[in-house]
């Protein structure tokens, strides 16, 4: 019998000081209570508390932990806005008081994540509220800032971190909505066309600055013809009086009239009309006393060295 009860005794004892082992799950706090009062901190791993007597008040996360929020704001100029965001927060830190902090502030996870979300939305809603409906689109950043800067002293003294505040979305009433949709399609339709002139200014421009080339280049092209037609024909004239000069010195070393040059211009005249002539008519007289006429004629031309007008 006594056997027994040793064996029973050994037994309960085996159970009482293994009942005091205790696992606390990676990235969780233990916090343990005696009689309801605070008394220390677990860390993850295997712990021991006495048994009967203390007890793990609360398990802590310390891992990052999201919720996503939706609420709405009123601006400067009385326009709703509603806003989509997420929150991520954390415990501050792994430290005992901050353990203790977390424990304690609230009776539960609910009310701490009330106070959380009411603390953030009161926290934008009072910067909306200074600013007016057209600002707000472009004031992502600046609210964000804005919030981490209010909030983080509160969660602070709650034990806890804002990590990161993202909202995702940020939406108007329908009618704002549309508003807003028409002012933008009015500023995209105007920049549209101003780009629109502006392309066919440079298009005028550009016909005009090519067409003014085109008459400048040909006009110095009929410049430069009319300067190779004007020393062409004066070239001729040259050749043809050098030709007339050295004749009519050939002519008088043999002796010979004057008159013959002049026939032979005569003849070859007639000659290149009827070559090269292009339809046109052009009266001659043929008579003996017409080509004696000519002839008198050109021989006074030969006399103009003398002649002196009068004045």
Request: glycine share 6%.
């Amino acid at each position: 019998m006594e056997n027994i009860l040793g064996y029973i005794f050994w037994i309960l004892v085996v159970l009482f000081v293994f009942s005091g082992f205790v696992t606390v799950q990676q990235g969780f706090m233990g916090v343990v209570t005696m009689f309801g009062k605070y008394r220390r901190v677990m860390r993850p791993g295997l712990n021991f508390k006495i048994p009967f007597l203390e007890r793990i008040f609360k398990r802590v996360s310390i891992q990052n932990r999201s919720v996503e929020l939706e609420f709405q704001a009123v601006t400067i100029d009385q326009a709703n806005v509603y806003f989509k965001a997420m929150l991520l927060y954390s415990v501050a830190n792994a430290d005992e008081e901050t353990i203790k902090r977390v424990a304690f502030k609230f009776i539960n996870d609910k009310d701490l994540m009330q106070a959380l979300i009411r603390t953030i939305e009161g926290n934008i809603r009072s910067f909306v509220a200074t600013k007016r409906q057209a600002e707000v689109l472009g004031l992502r950043r600046e609210i964000v800032d804005f919030v981490k800067v209010e909030v983080d002293h509160s969660l602070d003294e709650w034990g806890y971190h804002l990590q990161d505040l993202q909202i995702n979305d940020i939406t108007f009433d329908q009618v704002i909505m549309d508003s807003m949709s028409r002012v933008v399609a009015s500023h995209n339709m105007k920049a549209a066309a101003e780009n629109e002139g502006q392309a066919l200014l440079i298009t005028k421009t550009r016909a005009a600055e090519a067409d003014g080339n085109a008459i400048k280049i040909a006009a110095e092209a009929e410049k430069t013809a009319a300067q190779l037609r004007g020393q062409g024909v004066a070239l001729f004239r040259q050749e043809v009086a050098k030709g007339v000069s050295e004749a009519a010195d050939q002519l008088k070393q043999s002796n010979l009239d004057i008159s013959v040059i002049l026939f032979s211009m005569w003849t070859e005249a007639i000659k290149n009309f009827a070559e090269s002539g292009k339809g046109n008519v052009i009266f001659l007289d043929g008579s003996s006393e017409g080509m004696q006429e000519t002839m008198r004629r050109m021989m006074a031309m030969t006399q103009m060295d003398n002649y002196k007008p009068l004045k």
